[in-house]
């Protein structure tokens, strides 16, 4: 109702469209405002909004939150590039924003260009990679970067692209890629300190690398030696590969119920960190799987909610099926520049960059802050499950690789021995502990 209608004296109503509210200024209200704002940030030097910005246009207005719009092209770092973007009156496009600085500025632009239709899509992950390594490279001996350039382009960048190209759920390897690029640069830097020439390389040699420091990552110098010895330009050496530990940070199975508890029943938690740390606490499922799920990956029937995430969906709890259904409907977290599920169904957990979805690390952080260990509670929920479930249906059903859900199942199986043979001498050190004060079966039959 407008003022006038509420019995009061002011008429709060927008003097420019008539939408009753909170007027914003000038007797406007917000939504007017906001449009006059983004026509500016966006008006080329020809002084009119590009056919390219149209639907970035369109989607900053489209908002429930027309304040907050206004305070970020005001005040925002991210609005201010963009305007200076849109007054050199270039076509935007990524090479033009490739050929800006790396920072977190020029990734927002991008993506909120790439959310809105204004540029096409592609994986920013690897993307930004053929940069970094220029920066890399530019300190480093020039024979090293004629060494690594070609071997990040055509070995690491490659297959990386042919990989994620094929995946339903990718992973963020990009920072896999840079540590493996680092390693080989140490690695060679470390043969130069030496006097040691790549081609003569001894197996000796290597293993002197792989011992200095401790350090897990110089066996990844791997990748980087098959690399070289497939094109001769070192012999074939040998980087052992290190057994994959069992996972010994385990919860306990009453204070693994107890969260799963928590995070059904407890209001007070936020609700995007009760339905990540369920899914977590009950399935086993990677901080990485599950920031990547999307809206269109819950489906109902009559009785029941599923949600696919390997091969077959999983049947969920009424009460979790309720929490994810709601972030499906209301995804969590602070209101985003423009509206999220633009170019197809929004994710469950969303970031604050347009059309991303929350980072793995800060994932883990709101569930560390709420009492929940990601890697203890998937340890645990993992060993669980191997050990009701065989390996196929195990990775049917969570999307794993089959050699994956081998090693756990056998994990599984190894704790559930230990605990038999463990309850085994409890029950006949107690046997010989406690004597047996029952008569015999046939003094009771004969007293009867």
Request: glycine residues 6%.
């Amino acid at each position: 109702m407008c003022g006038l209608c509420a019995g009061l004296e002011v008429d709060y109503s927008c003097r420019q469209c008539g939408r009753a509210g909170r007027p914003y200024g000038h007797g406007r209200c917000a939504y007017c405002v906001l449009a006059d704002r983004v026509r500016t940030l966006l008006t080329g030097p020809d002084g009119r909004v590009a056919g390219q910005l149209e639907p970035l246009a369109a989607a900053l207005n489209a908002t429930d939150s027309p304040f907050n719009q206004i305070v970020w092209i005001t005040g925002s770092a991210s609005a201010r590039l963009l305007a200076k973007l849109v007054g050199r009156g270039e076509t935007l496009t990524h090479d033009l924003l490739d050929d800006l600085p790396l920072d977190r500025n020029v990734h927002y632009v991008r993506q909120l260009l790439v959310h809105s239709g204004a540029l096409p899509e592609r994986n920013e992950d690897l993307e930004r990679l053929p940069r970094w390594l220029e920066d890399k490279l530019a300190d480093v001996p020039a024979d090293h970067a004629n060494l690594v350039r070609p071997f990040a382009h055509w070995h690491l960048l490659r297959r990386a692209r042919v990989r994620a190209a094929s995946r339903k759920h990718p992973a963020a390897t990009g920072s896999v890629l840079r540590r493996r690029v680092t390693v080989a640069l140490n690695f060679l830097a470390w043969l130069d300190a030496r006097q040691i020439p790549l081609g003569h390389l001894q197996q000796d040699d290597l293993d002197r690398w792989l011992e200095a420091d401790n350090r897990s990552t110089h066996y990844e110098i791997r990748y980087f030696l098959k690399w070289a010895g497939a094109r001769r330009l070192t012999r074939q050496l040998t980087v052992p590969i290190i057994p994959a530990a069992e996972p010994t940070d385990l919860l306990d199975d009453c204070e693994r119920w107890d969260l799963v508890r928590e995070c059904l029943t407890e209001d007070t938690k936020p609700i995007d960190v009760r339905a990540a740390g369920t899914l977590i606490l009950l399935f086993g499922l990677t901080l990485e799987r599950i920031r990547h799920l999307t809206a269109d990956q819950i489906t109902q029937d009559d009785e029941h909610t599923y949600l696919a995430v390997g091969r077959h969906p999983i049947l969920l709890p009424p009460r979790l099926a309720r929490l994810l259904l709601c972030l499906a409907a209301e995804p969590g977290g602070q209101p985003p520049t423009i509206a999220h599920g633009l170019r197809g169904p929004h994710h469950l957990f969303p970031g604050r960059v347009p059309g991303q979805p929350i980072s793995a690390s800060a994932l883990s952080i709101r569930l560390t802050s709420n009492g929940i260990t990601a890697r203890r509670a998937r340890n645990t929920a993992l060993i669980s499950l191997a050990t009701d479930l065989p390996a196929a249906i195990l990775a049917d059903l969570l999307g794993m690789h089959i050699h994956t859900a081998i090693r756990w199942t056998t994990y599984g199986q190894h704790n559930w021995s230990r605990y038999l043979s463990v309850r085994d001498a409890d029950q006949a050190a107690t046997a010989l502990v406690e004597p047996n004060t029952e008569a015999p079966d046939e003094t009771k039959e004969g007293r009867a």
